[in-house]
């Protein structure tokens, strides 16, 4: 998700265009920090840096795979978008967060309905973050992975033809090969077994390419896929001072009903936007 949105929902006293101008500013400079941010909980503190905290946040690969974080933004109500995009959700601590949690994964994994709705482009980040990736192993960008089953997407558009890295596509069996064949000229296409594409095929080839944290930005449809496989580690939620009503979907939409315990590493807030990251509930194995 690019969080990208035409009406931003004015919440916490911040005028849209406020709003906008924060969003432009990091878009541009990949900045990440928010006057006023800060943490409530594991312990209070006055201020929140979402960068050093996400860069220094253990996120060990689980075996045979990369660790899996979601990161999303919700209103209160639960809707993720208002005329079918997410931007407007999220402000300015959220676009903070964002880009912290991007600015940590080897690989952003995003569906075609988002990035067909959000515009999605290359990855970008500062230069700072870039210079601290390069010291931590990582290349200095995130490489981007679109899954889509049918292939509509648009070889020249910027997310293929603006980074400095090939985009992933990973696609099915059943795929156009015409489609296949004009995207393999901008992308690598990974062409999955069956006629949807299994979060376990797509981690099993970001695994072999090193990937050791992978972060899936839905939508929602792909969450789903992500839970039912029970391949989710981390999730980052955005909570907006807002109700929408509205029809979009829930977080996860499409999986079996299933339960994955999870528990509160941290909880951010700015201008009673919540930013909460939880991690998978481990076990206890003394029962
Ligand atoms: N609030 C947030 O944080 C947030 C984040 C992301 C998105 N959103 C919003 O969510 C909406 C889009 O979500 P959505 O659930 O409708 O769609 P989605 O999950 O973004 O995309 C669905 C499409 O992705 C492809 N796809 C997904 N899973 C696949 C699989 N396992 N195998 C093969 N292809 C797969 C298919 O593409 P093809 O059609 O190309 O076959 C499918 O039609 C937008 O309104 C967006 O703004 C909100």
Not at 97 to 111: E, L, M, P, W
Not at 177 to 197: F, I, K, Q, Y
Request: proline share 8%; aromatic share 4%; with cysteine.
């Amino acid at each position: 998700m690019e969080r990208k949105g035409n009406n931003p929902v004015n919440f916490g006293g911040i005028s849209p265009a406020v709003i906008h101008m924060a969003v432009d500013d990091r878009d541009r400079n990949g900045t990440a920090t928010v006057p006023g941010m800060r943490q409530l909980l594991p312990r209070p503190m006055d201020h929140v840096d979402p960068v050093t905290a996400h860069a220094a946040a253990d996120r060990p690969p689980p075996a045979g795979r990369p660790w899996v974080m979601v990161n999303m933004v919700a209103s209160a109500d639960g809707a993720t978008a208002v005329d079918g995009l997410s931007g407007s959700l999220g402000g300015d601590a959220d676009r903070a967060v964002f880009s912290a949690i991007r600015a940590v994964a080897d690989v952003v994994v995003a569906a075609a309905g988002t990035v067909r709705a959000e515009g999605y482009g290359p990855p970008r980040t500062s230069e700072e973050n870039q210079r601290a990736r390069v010291a931590r192993g990582q290349e200095p960008l995130p490489r981007l992975a679109v899954v889509s089953r049918s292939l509509d997407l648009d070889p020249r558009s910027a997310m293929f033809t603006g980074g400095s890295q090939r985009p992933l596509v990973f696609t099915c069996e059943t795929a156009d090969p015409g489609r296949l064949d004009r995207l393999s000229s901008v992308a690598e296409v990974v062409v999955c077994s069956g006629t949807s594409v299994a979060p376990g095929e797509i981690l099993a080839h970001l695994h072999g390419s090193g990937a050791q944290v992978v972060l899936v930005e839905g939508g929602p449809s792909l969450n789903g896929a992500f839970l039912g496989a029970d391949l989710v580690d981390e999730l980052d939620l955005t909570t907006s001072p807002a109700l929408v009503g509205g029809g979009s979907a829930r977080l996860v939409s499409g999986a079996p009903e299933r339960v994955l315990p999870l528990s509160l590493a941290h909880l951010w807030e700015h201008e009673g936007v919540l930013l909460a990251r939880y991690v998978r509930a481990r076990v206890r194995s003394d029962r």
